[in-house]
């Protein structure tokens, strides 16, 4: 509603694994009455970040949830932040801000519930979309090939295998041998369509595609929204356009 004023520290576009906080950015936060993180090692900077803000409220988005692990790579065994990627997960998150929003400010208690009983059943309408969507994709053609690792939450909770270049963003560089096993995934596995994300360069992944024979079916939506005339100017419009390029990748029979 319009009783609070909500400002994102991230610019829009921005890489947030490594975003680096600027002067503006500490000012800004500690002039604030409450920090929002989405935690699971998301914003590994932000701990410097939030310890200048001063004595400054923080609630964690993703408290009380049961993460999901990265299975390869060095970051094996560590949580993948990207839960918010699953609409069903993404209640807990609506959950933990109204409690949150109410401790800030009792008076607008009602209107919190209220906002957040109504958002909650969007996303459960959402889930149950992506669920019919995904569903009618050949068994066999739900391998999902992103750049980053950040669609483990939606492949997992969707029937999905999920393959990529990196587990993380900005924290991961390209390698040869994360290429070559990526292309012999794709060869092994007949995968038509593989994807990027919009917060990094598709480069390696379009020469992956050339390598392996797969088409570069387009850019994902998941660190950051789109600007607000953009495919993904929400987190539902994001998730629909996701959806809508998987399809049109993987099972492009299904589009009529």
């Given amino acids: 509603g319009d009783r609070l004023e909500v400002q ?3 610019k829009l576009g921005a ?11 500490l000012v800004k936060a500690s002039r604030a009455d409450l920090i929002i993180e989405n935690g699971l090692g998301l914003e ?5 970040f939030t310890s200048a803000a001063g004595d400054v409220p923080i609630i964690v988005l993703s408290d009380g949830m049961t993460p999901l692990l990265i299975e390869g790579d060095v970051y094996k065994g560590k949580p993948n932040p990207h839960a918010w990627m699953s609409p069903i997960r993404t209640i ?13 400010d009792p008076k607008g208690e009602d209107t919190y519930l209220e906002n957040a009983s109504k958002y909650k059943l969007k996303l459960k309408e959402l889930d149950d979309n992506l669920r019919s969507i995904l569903s009618s994709i050949p068994k066999k053609q739900r ?17 999905m295998e999920e393959a990529y270049l990196w587990p993380v963003n900005a924290e991961s560089q390209v390698t040869p041998k994360r290429m070559l096993n990526l292309i012999n995934t794709i060869k092994e596995k007949q995968i038509p369509t593989i994807f990027c994300e919009s917060t990094v360069s598709s480069k390696a992944q379009k020469e992956v595609a050339k390598a392996s024979g797969a088409s570069f079916g387009g850019t994902f939506y998941v660190d950051s929204l ?5 495919p993904a100017s929400t987190l ?18 299904l589009m009529n």
């Fill in 8 to 10: 994102s520290i991230t």
């Fill in 143 to 159: 391998v999902l090939v992103s750049c980053e690792g950040a669609f483990t939450y939606l492949a997992h909770d969707y029937g």
């Fill in 15 to 25: 890489e947030i694994h490594g975003y680096q906080p600027t002067p503006s950015d």
């Fill in 92 to 104: 807990k998150y609506v959950d933990n801000l109204v409690r949150a929003f109410i401790i800030l």
């Fill in 236 to 253: 539902i419009d994001l998730q629909r356009h996701n959806v809508q390029l998987i399809k049109k990748g993987l099972a492009p029979e």
């Fill in 226 to 230: 789109s600007a607000s005339d953009g």
């Fill in 44 to 48: 590994l900077w932000a701990r410097k």
